[in-house]
């Protein structure tokens, strides 16, 4: 293109072959960078200056004890010494698959001490994921917490060099707790360029194999450091995150890029999300502000309190990663006392957040993350409260999508705007409301029907804890609409009637109810901690039979049936079956 405003640089390539175009126009990178929104920094280094500033700071709080800063740094630069060693550098991709904590923010800040790109992913989902990503990314090194990892990882073609966390490795395999006898290692300086690509985020998306969004070291450290600076306030003193979610996930990325390397805060993480324990933490840890999805907050807000508990230091609880249901935020302000800050945002470069109760609005989009539009079908800007698509574009605006063009045709204008799929609007004051996914809808007998819709005004009802609607399918009108409840502790459960009966007090269209109720002790849990609507669909077809009669209403013991869920005692965020 010839079009001033969409001239860019030429794409990134990595010691692999593989290329990362920033699309982008270079004007609005510029522009960015000229208001200082853009630190013309990389990650390490910022991270170094964390550590120089503040070596006796406390940076990490796991389940093995506390890293001060200092600390930290020193494991940083033997892990990358290692990596070295394995003929491991700049411009390669090293992928990272470990449980929270010390070894994951290790290895993560080594590889960008060695000017590489992380390409971190959580645990669950089987060795599928290992195989495609590592495959698709081109990746030239890994760092692997399970055998069967380690196992789908052999034989893969430029796989340079595999490490494990285990005491002991098979042949091949490199173990991650020695030191490389070469000495200490030497960063470059600076080792990447700020606008070199950082980290690959991962996400599930609709797509069939997991998507990959490149971000750059700019924005991490700029537009996704803001979003942070701003939902937690940055008060006086140093903010102390407690993050619930994988730190390998895109909501995770808030935990080592951001806290750790842009902003020196505390980063307080345990290897197995269990409610017990995290409510344990916000007593001991003292953090400021607790991250997690919807599902881990409501389970904690649930709990009864613990002896002599003690959370005076806690400023806000922040929600993402899933809709926020009203009876769900009412109960963590009554039990902490604290804003449930929500953020409506995606590892594709969207966001926006908002701690106005009930306010109904995902809050005012901000500029120095991402600014927001609302577009019609035919590309036309949408009028003030109009639906149309959510895009975006700002600091926080991702490279591109890996590998996948094809995904770029499809969620990026030719002027870099981020299509985020979901269908939303902006009111006369500019606030986002956010009205459910356009693809994400159920079509009975030729209607549609946004779940979203449905789930938030069952979120409304106190005596429901979760809600989630699925289509099941139907001979007559090709799709039904199910909803899958979780009661909250102590109320009965409902029936379909007293749950129609609900939405028709809210004054939802009558075509909109749901026809068929599953009553679940528990929702099925994906590796991020967000509700896995796959499984519950399948769940909820084969629990009321197909064709089912219109009006059934079943009760499902998951836990007793085998399912895992994150929350449960000693289970891990792992995918459900």
């Known amino acids: 293109m010839t079009a001033t405003h969409t001239v ?56 093995r004890g506390t890293l001060t800063y200092a600390e930290l740094y020193a494991e940083v630069l033997r892990v990358a010494g290692l990596f070295a060693e394995a003929g491991l550098g700049a411009r390669d991709v090293i992928a990272l698959r470990l449980p929270n904590g010390r070894r994951a923010a290790v290895a993560e800040l080594a590889v960008y001490a060695l000017g590489a790109v992380a390409l971190p992913y959580p645990l669950g989902g089987g060795v599928r994921d290992t195989r495609s990503l590592l495959a698709r990314s081109r990746a030239a090194g890994a760092v692997l917490g399970e055998p069967e990892d380690i196992e789908a990882a052999a034989g893969l073609p430029r796989l340079r060099a595999v490490f494990t966390t285990a005491s002991t490795a098979p042949p091949g395999v490199r173990r991650l707790d020695r030191t490389a006898p070469g000495g200490t290692f030497r960063p470059a300086e600076p080792p990447a360029a700020a606008t070199a690509p950082a980290r690959l985020l991962v996400s599930s998306g609709s797509e069939t194999e997991p998507k990959m969004v490149a971000y750059s070291h700019q924005a991490m450290a700029g537009g996704r450091a803001a979003y942070v600076r701003a939902l937690a306030g940055f008060p006086a003193g140093t903010p102390r995150f407690l993050v619930l979610v994988p730190l390998a996930s895109s909501y995770g990325s808030l935990g080592v890029p951001v806290a750790l390397a842009a902003l020196g805060a505390t980063l307080i993480v345990r290897e197995r999300f269990d409610a017990r324990e995290a409510l344990r933490a916000v007593a001991d840890d003292r953090p400021t502000h607790v991250f997690g999805v919807p599902t881990m907050l409501r389970r904690m807000a649930d709990l009864p309190r613990l002896p002599g508990e003690d959370t005076t230091g806690l400023r806000a609880l922040v929600s993402s990663g899933a809709a926020l249901p009203a009876s769900t935020a009412t109960a963590c302000r009554e039990r902490f006392g604290v804003p449930v800050v929500t953020v409506y945002g995606s590892s594709d470069g969207v966001n926006c957040h908002t701690a106005e109760p009930g306010g109904g609005t995902a809050g005012t989009p901000d500029p120095t993350v991402a600014a927001i539009r609302i577009v019609r079908p035919d590309g036309t800007p949408a009028a003030p409260g109009e639906p149309g698509e959510i895009q975006a574009k700002g600091p926080m605006t991702p490279l591109c999508y890996v590998g996948a063009p094809e995904l770029d045709a499809r969620y990026r204008t030719p002027t870099g705007w981020v299509r985020s799929g979901d269908l939303g609007a902006l009111d006369a004051e500019g606030r986002l409301r956010v009205l459910g996914r356009l693809k994400n809808v159920v079509i009975r007998g030729g209607y549609t029907i946004s779940p979203a819709e449905v789930e938030h005004e069952l979120g409304a009802d106190p005596h429901i804890a979760e809600a989630v609607c699925v289509p099941v399918p139907d001979e007559e009108f090709g799709e039904r609409l199910c909803a899958c409840v979780r009661p909250a502790p102590g109320a009965p459960a409902p029936s379909l009637d007293s749950v129609t009966d609900r939405l028709r007090a809210r004054g939802l269209e009558r075509r909109k109810f749901p026809e068929y109720l599953l009553v679940l002790d528990r929702m099925p849990l994906r590796p991020t901690g967000k509700v896995c609507r796959r499984t519950l669909a399948a769940r909820a077809a084969e629990a009321l039979g197909n064709p089912a009669p219109p009006g059934a209403t ?18 891990s965020l792992r995918d459900t079956p």
């Open 554 to 571: 079943v009760r499902v013991n998951l836990k007793a049936e085998g399912f895992t869920h994150a929350g449960e005692e000693g289970d």
């Open 8 to 63: 860019r640089e030429a794409p990134w390539r990595s010691r692999n072959g593989l290329e990362l175009p920033d699309r982008v126009p270079r004007a609005d990178r510029k522009a960015w960078e000229a208001r200082g929104l853009c630190p013309d920094a990389d990650l390490f280094t910022l991270f170094r200056e964390n550590a120089l500033a503040a070596p006796d700071r406390e940076a990490l709080v796991d389940d």
